[in-house]
C-alpha cells in the first residue's frame, strides 16, 4: 500500500509554471488580437470592478448536477501544484486575484486536495481574506487512508469553512471500495455532495465499478481533446446513473499548447465562440454534454479570465468536435 501510494503522488497532476505559461502565453498571442482583447479586456473589468464585469458579460454557461437540480458553473478552476505556494505573501496576492476572478467572471468550482500540499491552507486562507466562501463551490479530496473523522475535521479547518460543497475519494483503485464514511459525512452536514476521482486509466475498470455500486453524486477524470479515453465506459456510466462529471486536466497536461505552438487558430473556431486555444480545448469537452464543469488550474489571473470565455456563447456539436479532433490529430 505504501509503494503504491507513492507511485500515485508522484503522478498526481502538478503543473510548472516555467513550463506552462511561457508556451501558453505565446499561444494567446497566436490566436490574434481579437483573442487577446477578449482575454485581457475582462481580466482589467474585474480587477477594477467585479460589479461591472458581471452585468457586462455574456452569461456563464451552467449546467444541473443531477443529483439535486443545482446548477453549477461549466468552468473552474483546479489548484494542484499552482496553490501550493506556502507562506508566500506576493504569490497569495496573485492568486487572491485569481479567485476574484473567477467569482466576478460567474465561476464557481474550485478543485483541491488534502495531498496538494499547502494548496489547501492557501485556500482557505484566500477564502477568508476575500469574502467569496458564499460565491464558491468548494471540492476537495480525501484518500482512502484519509476516510475518518479527524481528516474530515482537518480539511474543514484548512479550508476555514463549516461544510464542503464536494467531498472526494482521490485515486480509487479498489473496486470493492465502499463510500460509507463520505456518505457519514454528509448526513452529518459536513458536506453536501460526494464523489470519486482518478487519473490513471489503469484504474479506470476500479472507477466504473465503484461509480456503479455506490453511486456517488460526482465523477472527476481526466478528459481533453488528446485523452479521450474516458469516453468508452466512465463518461457513459456518468450519464446513465446520474453522476454530475469534473474533467480534470483539460488542458492536457501542457502537451496541447506544445503542438499549437506560435500556430492560429483555425478560423472556423469562430462557429463556436473559440477566441483562443485555451477556450478551443476546454470547449472540446464542454462540447460533451455529461461533463458538468472542466476545471483547469492556472496561478496566473489572465489565464483565468481566458479560460472562463470557454463557458460562454456557443459550444461545438458533434460534428464539429469530431473535425477539432482531427485538426490536432493533424499536428502530431
Same mark, same amino acid.
Given at each position: 500500500?505504501?509503494?503504491?501510494?507513492?507511485?500515485?503522488?508522484?503522478r498526481?497532476?502538478?503543473?510548472?509554471r516555467?513550463?506552462?505559461?511561457?508556451?501558453?502565453?505565446?499561444?494567446?498571442?497566436?490566436?490574434?488580437? /481579437?483573442g487577446?482583447? /477578449?482575454v485581457?479586456g475582462?481580466?482589467? &473589468?474585474t480587477?477594477?470592478s467585479?460589479?461591472e464585469?458581471e452585468?457586462g458579460?455574456a452569461?456563464?454557461?451552467t449546467r444541473i448536477?443531477p443529483a439535486?437540480?443545482e446548477?453549477?458553473?461549466?468552468?473552474?478552476?483546479g489548484?494542484s501544484?499552482v496553490f501550493?505556494?506556502?507562506?508566500?505573501?506576493?504569490?497569495?496576492?496573485?492568486l487572491?486575484q485569481?479567485?476574484?476572478?473567477?467569482?466576478?467572471?460567474?465561476g464557481?468550482?474550485v478543485?483541491?486536495a488534502s495531498?496538494?500540499g499547502s494548496s489547501e491552507?492557501?485556500?482557505?486562507a484566500?477564502?477568508a481574506?476575500?469574502g467569496?466562501r458564499p460565491?464558491?463551490?468548494?471540492?476537495?479530496k480525501l484518500e482512502?487512508?484519509?476516510?475518518n473523522?479527524?481528516a474530515m475535521?482537518? &480539511?474543514?479547518?484548512?479550508?476555514r469553512t463549516?461544510?464542503?460543497?464536494?467531498?472526494?475519494?482521490?485515486n480509487?483503485?479498489d473496486p470493492?471500495q465502499? /463510500?460509507?464514511? /463520505?456518505?457519514?459525512?454528509?448526513?452529518?452536514?459536513?458536506?453536501?455532495?460526494?464523489?470519486i476521482?482518478?487519473?490513471?486509466?489503469?484504474?479506470?475498470?476500479?472507477?466504473?465499478?465503484?461509480?456503479?455500486?455506490?453511486k456517488?453524486?460526482?465523477?472527476q477524470i481526466?478528459y481533453?481533446?488528446?485523452?479521450r479515453g474516458a469516453?468508452v465506459?466512465?463518461?457513459?456510466a456518468?450519464?446513465?446513473l446520474?453522476a454530475a462529471v469534473?474533467?480534470?486536466?483539460p488542458l492536457?497536461?501542457?502537451?496541447?499548447?506544445?503542438?499549437?505552438?506560435?500556430r492560429p487558430?483555425?478560423?472556423w473556431a469562430?462557429?463556436?465562440?473559440?477566441?483562443t486555444?485555451?477556450q478551443?480545448?476546454?470547449?472540446?469537452a464542454?462540447?460533451?454534454?455529461?461533463i458538468t464543469?472542466?476545471?483547469?488550474?492556472?496561478?496566473?489571473p489572465?489565464?483565468?479570465?481566458?479560460?472562463?470565455?470557454?463557458?460562454?456563447g456557443r459550444?461545438?456539436?458533434?460534428d464539429?468536435?469530431?473535425?477539432?479532433?482531427?485538426f490536432?490529430?493533424?499536428?502530431?
Amino acid at each position: 500500500m505504501a509503494h503504491r501510494q507513492a507511485r500515485r503522488d508522484t503522478r498526481c497532476p502538478r503543473r510548472s509554471r516555467a513550463v506552462e505559461y511561457p508556451s501558453r502565453r505565446e499561444a494567446l498571442f497566436a490566436a490574434g488580437r /481579437l483573442g487577446a482583447a /477578449l482575454v485581457f479586456g475582462p481580466l482589467l &473589468a474585474t480587477l477594477a470592478s467585479p460589479a461591472e464585469t458581471e452585468a457586462g458579460a455574456a452569461p456563464m454557461t451552467t449546467r444541473i448536477i443531477p443529483a439535486t437540480g443545482e446548477r453549477l458553473a461549466v468552468v473552474g478552476l483546479g489548484t494542484s501544484g499552482v496553490f501550493d505556494v506556502g507562506d508566500d505573501p506576493a504569490r497569495r496576492a496573485v492568486l487572491a486575484q485569481v479567485l476574484q476572478t473567477l467569482a466576478a467572471g460567474g465561476g464557481q468550482a474550485v478543485d483541491t486536495a488534502s495531498t496538494y500540499g499547502s494548496s489547501e491552507p492557501v485556500l482557505g486562507a484566500l477564502l477568508a481574506q476575500t469574502g467569496l466562501r458564499p460565491k464558491l463551490f468548494i471540492a476537495t479530496k480525501l484518500e482512502s487512508y484519509e476516510l475518518n473523522d479527524r481528516a474530515m475535521q482537518a &480539511a474543514l479547518k484548512r479550508l476555514r469553512t463549516s461544510q464542503i460543497d464536494l467531498m472526494q475519494l482521490h485515486n480509487v483503485a479498489d473496486p470493492n471500495q465502499s /463510500l460509507a464514511p /463520505l456518505r457519514r459525512f454528509k448526513e452529518q452536514g459536513l458536506c453536501r455532495y460526494v464523489g470519486i476521482t482518478s487519473t490513471f486509466h489503469s484504474d479506470y475498470g476500479a472507477v466504473e465499478a465503484v461509480l456503479r455500486r455506490e453511486k456517488p453524486d460526482f465523477v472527476q477524470i481526466d478528459y481533453a481533446i488528446d485523452d479521450r479515453g474516458a469516453e468508452v465506459r466512465i463518461l457513459p456510466a456518468s450519464a446513465e446513473l446520474g453522476a454530475a462529471v469534473l474533467t480534470a486536466l483539460p488542458l492536457g497536461r501542457g502537451r496541447l499548447f506544445r503542438a499549437v505552438h506560435k500556430r492560429p487558430l483555425p478560423a472556423w473556431a469562430a462557429e463556436f465562440d473559440a477566441a483562443t486555444w485555451a477556450q478551443f480545448f476546454l470547449k472540446f469537452a464542454l462540447g460533451n454534454e455529461t461533463i458538468t464543469a472542466v476545471i483547469p488550474g492556472t496561478s496566473n489571473p489572465e489565464h483565468m479570465a481566458d479560460n472562463l470565455g470557454a463557458g460562454r456563447g456557443r459550444l461545438p456539436d458533434a460534428d464539429q468536435r469530431r473535425r477539432m479532433v482531427r485538426f490536432i490529430e493533424s499536428l502530431a
